[in-house]
């Protein structure tokens, strides 16, 4: 079982709340991911990062940003978050050893909840 | 533009009985597809890879398969079990950036009944 952590793993909130959700991976990975799932439907990429100090926006548009000060830890902050950003947000990491076989470990996942 | 897609969207099954999954893609440059299993709120977890080159890959009662040239991917399970149930997600990656973009189907809901 791959060594990347998420909490909360269960989230309900109030509309207008900050939140951030923590991920972690003991790994050593440099490039690290969010995507957001929603029952039935497939995973949407929506921040990633090379490495400290690095992130981009992926291809699904969101309001949440994310920061990458330390290569183990990488949040995602919604500042106000609303009834549309409830989803299951998963992180995942992945080792750049540059093969076609660099596989993303996936975490648990949070549940968002937004009232 | 690429894409993944999977069918059917759920299959019920009996404990003990094989099903085959299948895969379709349109992902240009091609790099590898992975089948990937998904228990109900949980993260995926890697079932099998496959490279260009490899047209079938075994993962104990998992045997995925794989056709280059007409795009499309089986994920066979033999003998089912009841820990079986869960979405299995087939994930087509491109070689056409750094970042290896990753394209994901909407998943194959299994359910094995006893």
Known sequence: EADIYQTPRYLVIGTGKKITLECSQTMGHDKMYWYQQDPGMELHLIHYSYGVNSTEKGDLSSESTVSRIR???????????????TSQYLCASSQDSGGARDEQFFGPGTRLTVL | KNQVEQSPQSLIILEGKNCTLQCNYTVSPFSNLRWYKQDTGRGPVSLTIMTFSENTKSNGRYTATL??????????????????????ICVVSDRGSTLGRLYFGRGTQLTVWP
């Open chain 1, 71 to 85: 290569t183990e830890h990488f949040p995602l902050t919604l500042e106000s978050a609303r009834p549309s950003h």
């Open chain 2, 67 to 88: 056709d280059a040239d007409t795009k499309q991917s089986s994920l066979h399970i033999t003998a089912s079990q009841l820990s079986d149930s869960a979405s299995y």
